[in-house]
């Protein structure tokens, strides 16, 4: 039995519902941290990419990161153990050995290929001297000969040991050579002492196993005869008594083992799940299979109690509802970003910075150069796009002289026109035609709470009112099926024009009307044949314009 020696990662990793600057953040940070710092940061995403973000990729020839659902403890974090699995024609002897060796109560047994077929425990094989009474059950479990020769430390005299005793029954062999006769039918296997008329009359009955005990030698005629009808002949050094003993400890495991109903865990299982499931038992180990259903370890649940959180670092956000699932169980090691102080907790103090800039990657991008770490033209690339789709091309009220002084910088290593870059990436973000609603719908989606009252606010940006039109019309049925399944009780969504610098602002949920005539007092409704909506000039920035106005007209209510 050894353990599992891992590599254990550090995932840097942004928002759900990832924008730009989330997967840009992610993949530059990481970028850094692997530059000046022992470990191995990989960046992640907690959700699919938007078309601005892929034309970014492409456009800097950057892999997309593989997508993270949850950040949840799995079996495959616990420092569990692997034992072994074993043939299926181990016998019980040689299987309760390997048990106290390994000080294990459970073996896996599996075939050739690694395919679990079952687990021996060792009440199985306590169970198997309590209630094997019939002297039928080593034939009717097909019992190899060379289990009973390494059970009996035996030696084979002549016969094949890999053939099996599979009829008959066995028999203990005493008295006159009259009642051995009577006592012995073909095809049984048959123990005796070293007495050479017994012997003879056992043969003449045609046996398929004669085991004489006592003794390492036979007469040579015995042994001719055994030859002659092809009965198996093996001596042992034990007394009849402790042979006939011993000799049940031979039979195979797969004839006591748990084969039925197994109770197994994929390695990517999550322990909460895991939990509900093994309560309900009273196992104490259970196998765990790969994505190919072979066997790979056991656990037990004692190995429930500590198993290795996964280690994450989190950047351009620090709400709980907006991070991965299951953040609540991972060990949060570092926090970039750029927004309001959210609610995520730690249990001990982490390097935390957050800066009131325009934009995470301008934060990533001092942090290259605090550390003296020179920035290649792909992660300018990554960085500049990151910036330039976070304040709409420094339109955004959230854009500082910060961000715009990086963005040159960057534009400079990358070798790109920040103009050119900005309308390219915007255009591609903004083609909607073979997207559903959805896709666009969730593409820049996050929710918050204020005291009773749990809302999310969606930003879909555009080049041109009409594009913005189009879907404007196709969102208020949708906006209510999102209040349903997001379990909301309201629902805004910004139509955000990069060119103009403005927004119509739509909502859905029980006060949602009332809040946002609150929060943009002036303001009156307007309708089209697209739908009513509140148009507000000037507003393009969700976290700094219309996020905030919400909540204060939420808390006055």
């Known amino acids: 039995m050894e353990k599992l020696k891992r590599k254990r990662p550090v995932w840097v990793i942004g928002h759900k519902n990832?924008?730009?600057?989330?997967?840009?953040?992610?993949?530059?940070?990481?970028n850094l941290k692997n530059q000046t710092e022992e470990g191995d940061f990989v960046p992640k995403k907690a959700g699919p990419i938007n078309e601005e973000t892929r034309y970014v990729l492409n456009k800097f020839h950057v892999s997309e990161p593989d997508t993270v659902r949850s950040v949840g403890t799995q079996i495959k974090d616990m420092d569990y153990r692997r034992t072994e699995g074993v043939n299926e024609h181990l016998s019980l002897k040689k299987?309760?050995?390997?048990?106290?060796?390994?000080?294990?109560?459970?073996?896996?047994?599996?075939?050739?290929?690694?395919?679990?077929?079952?687990?021996?425990?060792?009440?199985?094989?306590?169970?198997?001297?309590?209630?094997?009474?019939?002297?039928?059950?080593?034939?009717?479990?097909?019992?190899?000969?060379?289990?009973?020769?390494?059970?009996?430390?035996?030696r084979l005299v002549c016969g094949n040991p890999h053939a099996y005793f599979?009829?008959?029954?066995?028999?203990?062999?005493?008295?006159?050579?009259?009642?051995?006769?009577?006592?012995?039918?073909?095809?049984?296997?048959?123990?005796?002492?070293?007495?050479?008329d017994s012997q003879k009359a056992v043969l003449e009955e045609i046996p398929g196993c004669m085991i004489v005990t006592g003794v390492k030698e036979v007469d040579p005629q015995i042994v001719k005869t055994a030859e002659a009808i092809d009965c198996v002949l093996i001596t042992t050094e034990y007394d009849s008594?402790?042979?006939?003993?011993?000799?049940?400890?031979?039979?195979?495991?797969?004839?006591?083992m748990t084969k039925e109903n197994l109770i197994t865990f994929d390695e990517t299982d999550y322990l909460d799940e895991v939990t509900k499931v093994i309560g309900k038992v009273r196992h104490r180990d259970f196998p765990i299979l790969d994505a190919h259903q072979r066997y790979i370890g056991m656990f037990s649940r004692r190995n429930l109690l500590n198993p290795e959180k996964k280690r994450v670092i989190l950047v351009d956000h620090n709400e709980k509802s907006q991070a991965v699932d299951g953040i609540a169980e991972a060990d949060i090691l570092?926090?970039?970003?750029?927004?309001?102080?959210?609610?995520?907790?730690?249990?001990?103090?982490?390097?935390?910075?957050?800066?009131?800039?325009?934009?995470?990657?301008?934060?990533i991008y001092q942090m290259y150069q605090e550390r003296g770490v020179k920035v290649n033209p792909q992660m300018a690339g990554l960085m500049l796009s990151a910036i330039l789709s976070d304040t709409l091309m420094f339109r955004s009220p959230t854009c500082t002289d910060t961000d715009r002084a990086a963005a040159a910088e960057l534009a400079k290593i990358a070798g790109v026109d920040i103009k050119q870059h900005a309308m390219a990436m915007f255009e591609a973000g903004s083609n909607f035609a073979s997207k559903t609603i959805s896709e666009i719908f969730y593409q820049d989606f996050k929710t918050f709470s204020q005291g009773d009252i749990d809302f999310g606010v969606s930003q879909i940006s555009a080049v041109s009112d009409k594009q913005l039109?189009?879907?404007?019309?196709?969102?208020?049925?949708?906006?209510?099926?999102?209040?349903?399944?997001?379990?909301l009780n309201q629902v805004y969504v910004m139509l955000t024009n990069i060119l103009d610098q403005s927004s119509r602002l739509i909502c859905a949920g029980e006060g949602a009307d009332v809040t946002v005539k609150d929060a943009f007092p002036g303001r009156e409704a307007l309708s089209d044949t697209a739908g009513s909506y509140i148009f507000l000039p000037g507003v393009v920035s969700r976290k700094?314009?219309?996020?905030?106005?919400?909540i204060q007209a939420m808390e006055e209510q």
């Open 469 to 487: 039109n189009d879907i404007r019309k196709n969102l208020p049925d949708y906006m209510k099926q999102v209040l349903s399944d997001r379990n």
């Open 95 to 154: 299987a309760w050995a390997l048990m106290r060796q390994l000080d294990v109560v459970t073996l896996p047994v599996v075939r050739p290929d690694g395919r679990l077929l079952g687990v021996i425990v060792n009440g199985d094989i306590a169970y198997s001297y309590m209630d094997v009474y019939d002297n039928r059950e080593l034939g009717r479990a097909r019992t190899q000969y060379k289990n009973i020769i390494e059970t009996l430390n035996g």
């Open 166 to 196: 599979n009829h008959g029954k066995v028999v203990v062999a005493s008295g006159d050579v009259e009642t051995i006769r009577t006592e012995v039918d073909g095809d049984d296997l048959v123990i005796l002492g070293n007495v050479l």
């Open 18 to 30: 990832p924008d730009t600057d989330s997967i840009c953040a992610a993949i530059a940070y990481a």
């Open 241 to 256: 008594f402790t042979t006939a003993r011993l000799i049940n400890q031979s039979i195979p495991i797969r004839y006591f």
């Open 544 to 550: 700094k314009q219309v996020i905030p106005a919400l």
């Open 334 to 363: 570092e926090i970039v970003d750029h927004h309001k102080i959210g609610s995520l907790e730690t249990i001990s103090p982490i390097f935390f910075r957050n800066m009131p800039l325009g934009c995470c990657s301008t934060i």
